[in-house]
């Protein structure tokens, strides 16, 4: 098939379905025709075609954007009222490596307002909606991304995650996500950015429909970062120590995780010792049980240098005034905020961090620990299997109810840990169902490897609608 037939078949399906799930704000479709036609002008002019392979290894291939990266033409906004205006002016840097390998953007997607929280809702695009049920989140921060993907509107797509806003969307939607090593992938051209300790924390990285995919985006978007892993190395699936953990331990700011969850995980664990003939270690690490407090204490810390972390409020007042979330909560109950309710609470949530600095000081260091031993644990040679959430997808603004429930994601944040999220099928209720990949860093190859196992044993991605 020629370019543009692949490219218009992918905007005729983006305008079929986006009315549903309102995942794509804004497309560049003629940009992207028109960059399919030179495609197939390149692609006659050099028949051979193995001079393009190496130069170009994603040509023609269409993507979508988070809308916090700036793609040159399209707005950038975040979901932040004040910002509605904005419209970027270049390309992030992994934006322009993508398009730079051929890739073909089809438009921006949608995202929570300014990426910090775990449903994709905001006052410039509205809700974004799951593509197995519409009455259900697509997830956050990369909601819109995860969706378009889940949806078969997109081929590969980019995300970021500093609390799982990569993995939580691929989960939900039933999609490959992976969060690379800490600074493997530059972070440079979204918005927000991380500033002080949080730059070791937000990762860009690759989601798409399928585990193959994940290492050639991970190796494009990282550019010469990509130098730090060991992608190269063949993985014996046998010699991988299998570590399992059912759930955190049973934090009371957490939901208990899901039976049909539990059930997954254990299919798993049973297929790998059946079929590889290793034996999976159960193992519990009490201090994932305080993983909520653990993250939030060192996204609020300082840097080495001394630096406070930045202040969500001041995130808000971006391009604005200076805002209060008290006064912007009562604003809110009579339906006169800009701001959306996650958005407000979480602004005085901050507030309240501050109130404890001791408490905080003993967290960040039992977060270091922590690292320490998950070091110890998976060493060269393991992989964790982990919830990647305690629930499926739950039902629009039902999240606000349990607003913690991401400490299944964040926690790996701040151990600066890579992980692979990988789909397994769907529930009876139809939704999809997961679990979380879990290596050392700079062993990205490793979980990489065991999805694309777990693809093929369990049947990856699953089209909505499909049962």
Same mark, same amino acid.
């Given at each position: 098939?020629?370019?543009?037939?692949?490219?218009?078949?992918?905007?005729?399906?983006?305008?079929?379905?986006?009315?549903?799930?309102?995942?794509?704000?804004?497309?560049?479709?003629?940009?992207?025709?028109?960059?399919?036609?030179?495609?197939?002008?390149?692609?006659?002019?050099?028949?051979?075609?193995?001079?393009?392979?190496?130069?170009?290894?994603?040509?023609?291939?269409?993507?979508?954007?988070?809308?916090?990266?700036?793609?040159?033409?399209?707005?950038?906004?975040?979901?932040?009222?004040?910002?509605?205006?904005?419209?970027?002016?270049?390309?992030?840097?992994?934006?322009?490596?993508?398009?730079?390998?051929?890739?073909?953007?089809?438009?921006?997607?949608?995202?929570?307002?300014?990426?910090?929280?775990?449903?994709?809702?905001?006052?410039?695009?509205?809700?974004?909606?799951?593509?197995?049920?519409?009455?259900?989140?697509?997830?956050?921060?990369?909601?819109?991304?995860?969706?378009?993907?889940?949806?078969?509107?997109?081929?590969?797509?980019?995300?970021?995650?500093?609390?799982?806003?990569?993995?939580?969307?691929?989960?939900?939607?039933?999609?490959?996500?992976?969060?690379?090593?800490?600074?493997?992938?530059?972070?440079?051209?979204?918005?927000?950015?991380?500033?002080?300790?949080?730059?070791?924390?937000?990762?860009?990285?690759?989601?798409?429909?399928?585990?193959?995919?994940?290492?050639?985006?991970?190796?494009?978007?990282?550019?010469?970062?990509?130098?730090?892993?060991?992608?190269?190395?063949?993985?014996?699936?046998?010699?991988?120590?299998?570590?399992?953990?059912?759930?955190?331990?049973?934090?009371?700011?957490?939901?208990?995780?899901?039976?049909?969850?539990?059930?997954?995980?254990?299919?798993?664990?049973?297929?790998?010792?059946?079929?590889?003939?290793?034996?999976?270690?159960?193992?519990?690490?009490?201090?994932?049980?305080?993983?909520?407090?653990?993250?939030?204490?060192?996204?609020?810390?300082?840097?080495?240098?001394?630096?406070?972390?930045?202040?969500?409020?001041?995130?808000?007042?971006?391009?604005?005034?200076?805002?209060?979330?008290?006064?912007?909560?009562?604003?809110?109950?009579?339906?006169?905020?800009?701001?959306?309710?996650?958005?407000?609470?979480?602004?005085?949530?901050?507030?309240?961090?501050?109130?404890?600095?001791?408490?905080?000081?003993? *967290?960040? =260091?039992? %977060?270091?620990? #922590?690292?320490?031993?998950?070091? &110890?644990?998976?060493?060269? $040679?393991?992989?964790? @299997?982990?919830?990647?959430?305690?629930?499926?997808?739950?039902?629009?603004?039902?999240?606000?109810?349990?607003?913690?429930?991401?400490?299944?994601?964040?926690?790996?944040?701040?151990?600066?840990?890579?992980?692979?999220?990988?789909?397994?099928? *769907?529930? =009876?209720? %139809?939704?999809? #169902?997961?679990?979380?990949?879990? &290596?050392?860093?700079?062993? $990205?190859?490793?979980? @990489?490897?065991?999805?694309?196992?777990?693809?093929?044993?369990?049947?990856?991605?699953?089209?909505?609608?499909?049962?």
């Amino acid at each position: 098939v020629t370019c543009i037939e692949v490219v218009g078949a992918y905007v005729e399906r983006i305008r079929e379905i986006n009315p549903l799930i309102n995942a794509v704000v804004k497309d560049r479709f003629e940009e992207a025709l028109q960059e399919a036609r030179q495609v197939d002008q390149l692609l006659s002019e050099c028949p051979g075609n193995d001079c393009l392979e190496e130069k170009f290894p994603l040509l023609g291939v269409p993507i979508t954007i988070k809308e916090a990266f700036s793609l040159h033409g399209m707005p950038n906004t975040s979901g932040l009222v004040n910002r509605r205006n904005v419209v970027a002016t270049s390309d992030a840097t992994v934006v322009s490596r993508l398009k730079q390998a051929g890739a073909i953007p089809l438009g921006v997607t949608n995202c929570s307002e300014l990426c910090m929280w775990y449903e994709s809702s905001n006052r410039v695009y509205g809700r974004t909606n799951n593509p197995y049920d519409l009455q259900r989140i697509a997830g956050g921060s990369s909601g819109g991304e995860g969706c378009v993907l889940a949806a078969a509107c997109s081929v590969i797509g980019v995300g970021s995650d500093i609390g799982g806003s990569i993995r939580m969307p691929a989960f939900f939607n039933g999609i490959f996500g992976h969060k690379p090593t800490t600074g493997v992938v530059p972070n440079d051209g979204q918005f927000p950015n991380a500033q002080g300790v949080r730059t070791s924390f937000l990762c860009t990285g690759p989601m798409c429909r399928y585990a193959e995919d994940l290492e050639l985006m991970l190796g494009v978007m990282a550019g010469p970062g990509i130098d730090k892993l060991r992608l190269n190395e063949k993985v014996s699936l046998e010699k991988i120590r299998f570590l399992c953990m059912d759930h955190d331990g049973g934090s009371v700011f957490v939901s208990p995780v899901d039976k049909e969850i539990l059930q997954a995980q254990k299919k798993v664990v049973e297929h790998l010792e059946s079929e590889l003939g290793v034996q999976v270690q159960h193992v519990a690490i009490h201090k994932m049980k305080y993983s909520f407090q653990i993250w939030s204490a060192m996204m609020s810390s300082k840097d080495s240098d001394g630096q406070e972390a930045q202040l969500f409020t001041d995130l808000l007042g971006d391009h604005g005034k200076p805002v209060w979330p008290l006064w912007e909560l009562m604003k809110w109950l009579v339906g006169m905020s800009s701001h959306t309710l996650p958005a407000i609470a979480l602004g005085l949530t901050e507030k309240v961090m501050k109130l404890n600095p001791g408490g905080n000081a003993k *967290l960040v =260091s039992m %977060g270091k620990s #922590l690292q320490e031993e998950m070091e &110890a644990l998976l060493r060269p $040679d393991g992989v964790l @299997l982990y919830p990647s959430h305690p629930t499926i997808a739950p039902r629009h603004n039902s999240p606000i109810c349990m607003p913690f429930n991401f400490a299944y994601t964040a926690i790996f944040n701040v151990l600066g840990l890579p992980v692979t999220q990988c789909p397994l099928g *769907l529930s =009876s209720e %139809g939704l999809p #169902l997961g679990v979380q990949l879990v &290596a050392a860093p700079y062993n $990205d190859h490793l979980t @990489l490897a065991v999805a694309r196992y777990l693809e093929e044993a369990f049947g990856g991605w699953v089209l909505p609608g499909k049962v």
